[in-house]
């Protein structure tokens, strides 16, 4: 078998995947007459390159039935893309590539476990790699080596699985490719000249479409806003719609409510200003992600109506009044954002206590993943965050305004489901212990001006692990206790523009691994941090010799 792959490390591993499965002398047999088989026809090519070609494609043919859709949906992602695995898991979904009929799912995992499932058995078989990977082991990103990239586009061509076409790489020479009634997805690459334009013939006749998946790179300029409405006239039966990036400004055209069986959505990155009321008519949406980027969005009070959502995503608010760009969503004046009956709602992001119905809200049983923000002192988020723990609910993490803080001080002390609290902007009075709930993981203090040490108020939080302050502190002095700070892996000290001296007890950040210092004239780094900690200042702070990992260190001071 070695030998058939003729030292060629990808071949020997994809290979080795597969005979790893195989248990009995019958199953090697197997594998030894098809790799005969497949290695001829490569032999007749007479190139190494085509030898790889073959043992991958061999692979492929040897994935068990349920795999064999999940690993050609893959090809639809540019090379050296990394693939978000939830976003990934959600589209699986949505197109039934991953549904409930396997055992695993009968014994009531749910789908999303089972797509997880399919990506790991994927990544043993080495047909996909990993990316970044998580806390707890999952696996956050994934890719496609480029070889491997190549044969899943070619079998997706032939199986009519999907079609890939690169804009940038169409001109006058290149037409695109026909489209065909049978197709079912389509996968598009946006590029700075690409002009979107010389598609919109030939979307009529693939009407059949489920998904179409579009990803724009950074420079693309061209403004697709008429594009968009031949996208929702001419592709009715569309499940899976990711405009992730695209370059849309302005309003949604209301025709996206012509696209009725759609499952998934996604805004995420794009600079649309409006979303229309029409989108409510989207009954079947089960993921919708309308993180749009730099912009305000205006949008309907309607998502009460979308009754199989499970993830909602709003954009992230930037709080603070002292940054120019403005980020977030609005409603009609007036009202209050309905939520109710959202029975299947799982994750809802960046919602903004002030402007949501909370009774509704708090009814919502399925709810794992909760973000929010508050700004005004209207009042509305101590009641919310005292019926939290009656309800059984978790708020993973909270965005506030200081002066929330600063007008009712313990407001969060008994917040315990608490994860991760950014507070932004002015805070009046001295911050203390008590005031932070224990189970915080992260804390971001922003423009803060806080006036006592921020260093003591925090230390004692048994499971603090990052904290990032911003200019939010205005003393000379800092200082951590002996053995303070047990959990910290991240610090970040920014603009604490007058800050001299900082004391580090011993003991104190044992499980320091990097930090940050910008801006904030440290004389020297306290003699007391862990060794090997990674140290990123600028400028540069005396003692970064000794932790010589430095961007900017340039070994001179005075
Ligand atoms: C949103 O877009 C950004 C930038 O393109 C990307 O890094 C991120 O992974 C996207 N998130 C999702 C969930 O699509
Ligand atoms: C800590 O939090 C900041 C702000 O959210 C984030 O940018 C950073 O990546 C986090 N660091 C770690 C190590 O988690």
């Known amino acids: 078998m070695l030998e058939h792959c003729q030292g060629l490390p990808l071949a020997i591993v994809v290979l080795g995947a597969i005979l790893a499965m195989k248990k009995t002398l019958e199953e090697w047999q197997t594998v030894n007459d098809n790799i005969c088989a497949y290695l001829g026809r490569g032999m007749a090519h007479g190139q190494s390159y085509r030898r790889v070609y073959d043992v991958l494609a061999m692979s492929?043919?040897?994935?068990?039935?349920?795999?064999?859709?999940?690993?050609?949906?893959?090809?639809?992602?540019?090379?050296?893309?990394?693939?978000?695995?939830?976003?990934?898991?959600r589209m699986w979904i949505a197109e039934g590539i991953v549904a409930a009929s396997s055992e695993r799912t009968l014994r009531q995992s749910s789908l999303e476990e089972e797509a997880e499932y399919c990506l790991n058995e994927l990544v043993q078989k080495r047909m996909v790699q990993v990316g970044k990977v998580g806390l707890k082991g999952k696996i956050k990103t994934c890719h496609l080596h480029d070889m491997i990239r190549d044969v899943c586009l070619e079998i997706g061509k032939v199986e009519n699985f999907m079609c890939v076409i690169d804009l940038n790489q169409i001109n006058q020479d290149e037409p695109p490719p026909v489209l065909n009634e049978r197709l079912r997805r389509l996968a598009i690459y946006v590029g700075e000249e690409a002009d979107a334009s010389l598609l919109d013939s030939s979307f009529e006749k693939a009407p059949n479409i489920r998904s179409l998946l579009l990803f724009p790179n950074q420079e693309c300029k061209q403004e697709h806003y008429g594009w968009m409405r031949s996208v929702c006239n001419e592709f009715e039966l569309l499940r899976v719609l990711d405009l992730n990036g695209f370059n849309i400004e302005g309003s949604l055209p209301k025709e996206i409510g012509n696209l009725i069986y759609l499952k998934f959505l996604s805004l995420n990155q794009t600079r649309v200003t409006k979303v229309p009321a029409s989108i409510g008519y989207l009954s079947c949406l089960e993921t919708l992600d309308l993180r749009v980027f730099g912009v305000v969005v205006?949008?309907?009070?309607?998502?009460?109506?979308?009754?199989?959502?499970?993830?909602?995503?709003?954009?992230?608010?930037?709080?603070?009044?002292?940054?120019?760009?403005?980020?977030?969503?609005?409603?009609?004046?007036?009202?209050?954002?309905?939520?109710?009956?959202?029975?299947?709602?799982?994750?809802?992001?960046?919602?903004?206590?002030?402007?949501?119905?909370?009774?509704?809200?708090?009814?919502?049983?399925?709810?794992?993943?909760?973000?929010?923000?508050?700004?005004?002192?209207?009042?509305?988020?101590?009641?919310?965050?005292?019926?939290?723990?009656?309800?059984?609910?978790?708020?993973?993490?909270?965005?506030?305004?200081?002066?929330?803080?600063?007008e009712n001080p313990m407001i969060l002390s008994s917040c315990q489901p608490l994860h991760s609290l950014d507070i932004d902007n002015k805070i009046c009075g001295s911050l203390h212990f008590e005031m932070f709930p224990e189970n915080l993981v992260y804390i971001g203090l922003w423009y803060?001006?806080?006036?006592?040490?921020?260093?003591?108020?925090?230390?004692?939080?048994?499971?603090?692990?990052?904290?990032?302050?911003?200019?939010?502190?205005?003393?000379?002095?800092?200082?951590?206790?002996?053995?303070?700070?047990?959990?910290?892996?991240?610090?970040?000290?920014?603009?604490?523009?007058?800050?001299?001296?900082?004391?580090?007890?011993?003991?104190?950040?044992?499980?320091?691994?990097?930090?940050?210092?910008?801006?904030?004239?440290?004389r020297v780094l306290p003699n007391a941090l862990p060794s090997c900690v990674k140290i990123v200042c600028n400028p540069c702070v005396k003692g970064i010799e000794k932790y010589n990992s430095c961007l900017y260190y340039k070994g001179q001071f005075e």
Not at 71 to 85: C, K, V
Not at 355 to 379: D, F, Q, W, Y
Not at 489 to 516: C, N, Q, R
Request: proline letters at 6%; aromatic letters at 10%; charged letters at 25%.
């Open 60 to 89: 492929y043919y040897d994935l068990p039935y349920h795999l064999k859709p999940c690993f050609l949906h893959l090809g639809n992602f540019p090379e050296d893309y990394e693939i978000d695995t939830k976003k990934l898991y």
């Open 448 to 522: 803060c001006n806080v006036e006592n040490d921020p260093m003591p108020v925090f230390e004692w939080l048994p499971r603090l692990k990052n904290l990032s302050l911003h200019i939010c502190y205005r003393g000379n002095e800092m200082e951590c206790s002996a053995g303070g700070f047990p959990q910290l892996t991240y610090l970040a000290i920014d603009g604490l523009f007058w800050l001299h001296e900082w004391k580090v007890g011993p003991g104190a950040l044992a499980k320091l691994e990097s930090m940050e210092i910008y801006n904030s004239p440290i």
């Open 298 to 406: 205006m949008l309907p009070n309607v998502f009460w109506k979308l009754r199989r959502l499970k993830h909602l995503y709003f954009p992230s608010r930037i709080l603070s009044q002292e940054v120019d760009t403005k980020q977030g969503y609005m409603i009609k004046r007036g009202e209050m954002m309905r939520l109710d009956g959202l029975q299947y709602l799982e994750t809802l992001k960046n919602i903004d206590i002030d402007r949501v119905e909370v009774k509704g809200l708090l009814g919502l049983k399925n709810m794992r993943r909760l973000t929010a923000s508050c700004v005004s002192k209207k009042g509305n988020l101590d009641p919310f965050l005292k019926s939290l723990s009656i309800k059984r609910l978790s708020l993973k993490s909270l965005k506030i305004d200081g002066s929330i803080v600063s």
